[in-house]
């Protein structure tokens, strides 16, 4: 099976940073990728889907990139309100799995 | 506006079973895949299983294959997990969640805790 990986953990970061999270798959999947946003007692929430497409009522400040292994979460420009763990996860065949998060926290 | 509503979590002993529900509203149920996906007290997201539109074809982590059984009843809007033999690593908040396709998923209900504990 397909193993997904993420960096980093977690990371610290002010207002209008940029910030961006890498994630890894241990084949090739395509563009079948998802990023998920977990907010502190929430419920998670899909950001993008197909690597780079943005779910319909998401800021344009996050934004993804990439294809077949490698792929990256980017935020151009850090709010308080995305204080959260992020989440991608491989979509291409199951089993549908999730990597093991990034916690973004404001410093 | 689409919901989801789980219910059915609760205590249960090692060994025991509980059977999930999720009824849905705001969208033709029947035209889209549904999944389960839980997470451990403090841990991250899982996914547990898969069901699609018609109900013909499913799909499990090897976490709980043999033992869980997902299913969909399209006249009532509802989705079901029987989890039978079940273990402490089991407990964690269950979410139903609606699939625009097979495996993503863009609506998400506000989950049920199932605790496996003697």
């Known amino acids: 099976d397909t193993q997904m990986t993420q960096s980093p953990s977690s990371l610290f970061a002010s207002v209008g940073d940029r910030v961006t999270i890498t994630c890894r798959a241990t084949q090739d999947i395509n563009n079948f990728l998802a990023w998920y946003q977990q907010k502190p007692g929430k419920v998670p929430k899909l950001l993008i889907y197909a690597a780079s497409m943005l779910q319909s009522g998401v800021p344009s400040r996050f934004s993804g990139s990439g294809s077949g292994t490698d792929f990256t979460l980017t935020i151009s420009s850090l709010q308080p309100e995305d204080v959260a763990t992020y989440y991608c996860q491989k979509y291409n065949i199951a089993p549908f799995t999730f990597a093991p998060g990034t916690k973004v926290d404001l410093k | 506006e689409v919901q989801l509503l789980e219910s059915g979590g609760g205590w249960v002993q090692p060994a025991g079973s509980l059977r999930l529900s999720c009824a849905a509203s705001g969208f033709i149920f029947g035209s889209y895949a549904m999944s389960w996906v839980r997470q451990a007290p403090g841990k991250g997201l899982e996914w547990v299983s898969t069901i699609s539109g018609s109900g013909g074809t499913t799909y499990y982590a090897d976490s709980v294959k043999g033992r869980f059984t997902i299913s969909r009843d399209n006249s009532k809007n509802t989705q079901h997990l029987q989890m039978n033999s079940l273990r402490a690593e089991d407990t964690a908040v269950y979410y139903c969640?609606?699939?625009?396709?097979?495996?993503?998923?863009?609506?998400w209900g506000q989950g049920i805790l199932v605790t496996v504990s003697s």
């Open positions: 969640a609606k699939g625009p396709g097979t495996g993503r998923f863009d609506y």
